[in-house]
């Protein structure tokens, strides 16, 4: 998506290179059947079943847990959304009261990813599987940590799963393993120029940033991060997005990211789900005493340069004035369909490191409001020029009327031999 990085101002472990950071160990059990980083203190246990088997890391008080599971396909049919279904099931012999939401498939059916919530040891858990289907095998793999923790040590769980290395030929054929997946590469610290804000990407990405807003992408632009706005001005048909407005009116969120994608040359734009966030909408309310809409989408779209692209992103939508000015905040990732799978543990945690400056947070949201007044200023003072320009034409109107009438007064008295 370069276009799109101009319009904003626009995994590598692998068990022959070093530990990663943060005190993760080697961990290689007698079977030899897999190796993964972990911390020392932390447990493994390993369930092997003639169909299926399954492994868990978790931390010594129970807050944190990965989880990978594989069990044979022998239907032959490659479907992630059906495996999906049936793993809540082989969920609940890990944790009770399990419950999935927000499930995404991709478009040849082979990968999804979901929510998930559970109860483990006594402790309600939260966080997200990804689940990858063949003709012969199934395969899940995530975390699930406690609310409390689950910020922090996102970037650690998610390490631990991309470190799993799993022999490419176990002693049974039983038990088919996929290969793991890519393994997550070092991120570096990138901040604005500004300080603005922060964030962490792989060292070769293009990083754009500055007022608070980010474009962060893999250097051919197919995978990345976003955070930007755009003001909506109808009274700017001819404006550019390029240039950060929409010269339109109001439009709902899904309406709103169909123009933008395709403003920037994007096309067969398709919004594939859609769901409101009423916490993001309250606090719009209780905040800013503004009503707003906010939208949590996953959209489909062939990108400017050909490729099929999946993205998941939330787009706020400030109500339009009474002059009908308004704006939106975009943000969220994005990565090429066919490999949106693979690329999720690693836009996941870009995305977990954003973060604003605390005194530019605070001022985000009020700054647009502000320029949004401004702009309704500046648009009732063209407004009451345009009247008065309207009303001086109307007396000019008015007075050549009258110089017209007359002169044509004065040609009726010619004509009647009057003058």
């Given at each position: 998506?370069?276009?799109?990085?101009?319009?904003?101002?626009?995994?590598?472990?692998?068990?022959?290179?070093?530990?990663?950071?943060?005190?993760?160990?080697?961990?290689?059990?007698?079977?030899?059947?897999?190796?993964?980083?972990?911390?020392?203190?932390?447990?493994?246990?390993?369930?092997?079943?003639?169909?299926?088997?399954?492994?868990?890391?978790?931390?010594?008080?129970s807050s944190s847990l990965v989880?990978?599971?594989?069990?044979?396909?022998?239907?032959?049919?490659?479907?992630?959304?059906?495996?999906?279904?049936?793993?809540?099931?082989?969920?609940?012999?890990?944790?009770?009261?399990?419950?999935?939401?927000?499930?995404?498939?991709?478009?040849?059916?082979?990968?999804?990813?979901?929510?998930?919530?559970?109860?483990?040891?006594?402790?309600?858990?939260?966080?997200?599987?990804?689940?990858?289907?063949?003709?012969?095998?199934?395969?899940?793999?995530?975390?699930?940590?406690?609310?409390?923790?689950?910020?922090?040590?996102?970037?650690?769980?998610?390490?631990?799963?991309?470190?799993?290395?799993?022999?490419?030929?176990?002693?049974?054929?039983?038990?088919?393993?996929?290969?793991?997946?890519?393994?997550?590469?070092?991120?570096?610290?990138?901040?604005?120029?500004?300080?603005?804000?922060?964030?962490?990407?792989?060292?070769?990405?293009?990083?754009?940033?500055?007022?608070?807003?980010?474009?962060?992408?893999?250097?051919?632009?197919?995978?990345?991060?976003?955070?930007?706005?755009?003001?909506?001005?109808?009274?700017?048909?001819?404006?550019?997005?390029?240039?950060?407005?929409?010269?339109?009116?109001?439009?709902?969120?899904?309406?709103?990211?169909?123009?933008?994608?395709?403003?920037?040359?994007?096309?067969?734009?398709?919004?594939?789900?859609?769901?409101?966030?009423?916490?993001?909408?309250?606090?719009?309310?209780?905040?800013?005493?503004r009503r707003c809409d906010a939208?949590?989408?996953?959209?489909?779209?062939?990108?400017?340069?050909?490729?099929?692209?999946?993205?998941?992103?939330?787009?706020?939508?400030?109500?339009?004035?009474?002059?009908?000015?308004?704006?939106?905040?975009?943000?969220?990732?994005?990565?090429?369909?066919?490999?949106?799978?693979?690329?999720?543990?690693?836009?996941?945690?870009?995305?977990?490191?954003?973060?604003?400056?605390?005194?530019?947070?605070?001022?985000?949201?009020?700054?647009?409001?502000?320029?949004?007044?401004?702009?309704?200023?500046?648009?009732?003072?063209?407004?009451?020029?345009?009247?008065?320009?309207?009303?001086?034409?109307?007396?000019?109107?008015?007075?050549?009327?009258?110089?017209?009438?007359?002169?044509?007064?004065?040609?009726?008295?010619?004509?009647?031999?009057?003058?």
């Amino acid at each position: 998506m370069p276009r799109t990085q101009g319009a904003l101002l626009a995994l590598s472990l692998t068990l022959a290179g070093a530990p990663p950071a943060g005190g993760l160990k080697p961990y290689v059990p007698e079977s030899k059947l897999y190796a993964l980083y972990k911390p020392g203190d932390w447990y493994v246990l390993e369930e092997r079943q003639p169909e299926s088997a399954r492994l868990l890391v978790g931390a010594p008080d129970s807050s944190s847990l990965v989880e990978f599971f594989w069990v044979r396909n022998d239907s032959g049919r490659a479907d992630a959304l059906e495996f999906l279904a049936g793993f809540r099931e082989m969920l609940g012999e890990t944790c009770t009261s399990p419950l999935l939401s927000q499930a995404y498939l991709s478009r040849d059916s082979r990968r999804a990813t979901s929510s998930v919530a559970c109860v483990y040891a006594g402790r309600p858990l939260t966080g997200r599987f990804y689940f990858e289907s063949s003709g012969s095998a199934h395969f899940a793999q995530g975390y699930l940590s406690t609310q409390e923790t689950l910020p922090a040590r996102r970037p650690l769980l998610l390490n631990i799963m991309a470190s799993l290395a799993v022999r490419s030929q176990p002693e049974s054929p039983s038990k088919p393993m996929p290969p793991p997946p890519p393994p997550l590469p070092p991120l570096a610290d990138r901040r604005a120029s500004d300080g603005s804000l922060s964030l962490k990407t792989p060292a070769e990405w293009n990083f754009l940033a500055g007022g608070g807003k980010v474009a962060a992408s893999s250097p051919d632009g197919a995978a990345g991060f976003i955070f930007t706005a755009f003001s909506g001005n109808p009274l700017l048909p001819n404006a550019r997005v390029e240039e950060g407005v929409l010269g339109v009116r109001y439009m709902a969120p899904r309406e709103t990211l169909s123009y933008l994608l395709a403003a920037l040359g994007h096309r067969h734009v398709r919004i594939l789900e859609a769901a409101p966030d009423r916490a993001a909408a309250g606090e719009c309310l209780t905040a800013l005493q503004r009503r707003c809409d906010a939208q949590d989408m996953l959209a489909r779209w062939t990108s400017a340069q050909g490729g099929e692209a999946l993205g998941a992103l939330k787009l706020i939508n400030f109500m339009p004035s009474p002059m009908g000015l308004w704006f939106t905040i975009v943000s969220g990732i994005w990565a090429p369909e066919g490999d949106f799978q693979n690329q999720m543990p690693l836009l996941e945690q870009v995305a977990s490191s954003f973060s604003i400056n605390d005194q530019y947070a605070r001022r985000y949201i009020q700054s647009g409001l502000e320029n949004l007044r401004r702009l309704q200023r500046q648009t009732a003072a063209a407004m009451q020029d345009l009247n008065r320009a309207r009303e001086q034409n109307q007396r000019d109107w008015e007075a050549r009327q009258d110089r017209k009438d007359y002169i044509d007064s004065k040609w009726d008295d010619y004509r009647r031999g009057q003058s």
